[in-house]
């Protein structure tokens, strides 16, 4: 008995490495919808927020969301224009919403539940809330 839980200790560890040692490794992400919402508030000024929903390598589905003003958050932009729709916008009150689709596949590098996406505007933070 003690030496089946000597090797389930060490395969533990091992894992346990590989996980620390993969945390900074770029990985491939596909960006399936990239949310854009902006409110005027009452003062006049504007609100910004990015949210996106996006295949993580393992197939696991996640959500993810950033606010203007965070150091690195800003939308995403398809990394090939002319092989994605038009975002669909609407407005409704003092509330605009722009949502595009199936922007293809970026590079990104997960630190726990902060996600840094490698796109055409450079390196944007967002950080996972979810799964979706």
């Given at each position: 008995m003690r030496?089946?839980?000597?090797?389930?200790?060490?395969?533990?560890a091992s894992?346990?490495?590989?996980?620390v040692s993969a945390a900074g490794d770029k990985?491939?992400?596909?960006?399936v919808e990239a949310t854009t919402t902006i409110q005027?508030?009452?003062t006049g000024q504007m609100h910004?927020?990015?949210d996106a929903k996006v295949i993580l390598p393992d197939g696991s589905h996640a959500a993810l969301i950033c606010l203007f003003g965070d150091n690195g958050c800003a939308g995403i932009a398809p990394i090939i224009p002319e092989k994605s729709a038009p975002?669909?916008?609407t407005t409704s009150g003092a509330i605009s919403t722009c949502v595009g689709r199936n922007l293809g596949f970026?590079?990104?590098?997960r630190n726990?539940?902060?996600?840094?996406?490698?796109?055409?505007r450079g390196k944007l933070r967002y950080h996972i809330v979810s799964s979706w």
């Amino acid at each position: 008995m003690r030496p089946a839980i000597t090797v389930l200790l060490s395969v533990c560890a091992s894992l346990a490495l590989v996980q620390v040692s993969a945390a900074g490794d770029k990985i491939k992400i596909e960006i399936v919808e990239a949310t854009t919402t902006i409110q005027t508030l009452s003062t006049g000024q504007m609100h910004f927020m990015f949210d996106a929903k996006v295949i993580l390598p393992d197939g696991s589905h996640a959500a993810l969301i950033c606010l203007f003003g965070d150091n690195g958050c800003a939308g995403i932009a398809p990394i090939i224009p002319e092989k994605s729709a038009p975002p669909d916008c609407t407005t409704s009150g003092a509330i605009s919403t722009c949502v595009g689709r199936n922007l293809g596949f970026y590079d990104a590098k997960r630190n726990k539940n902060q996600l840094v996406i490698y796109g055409s505007r450079g390196k944007l933070r967002y950080h996972i809330v979810s799964s979706w």
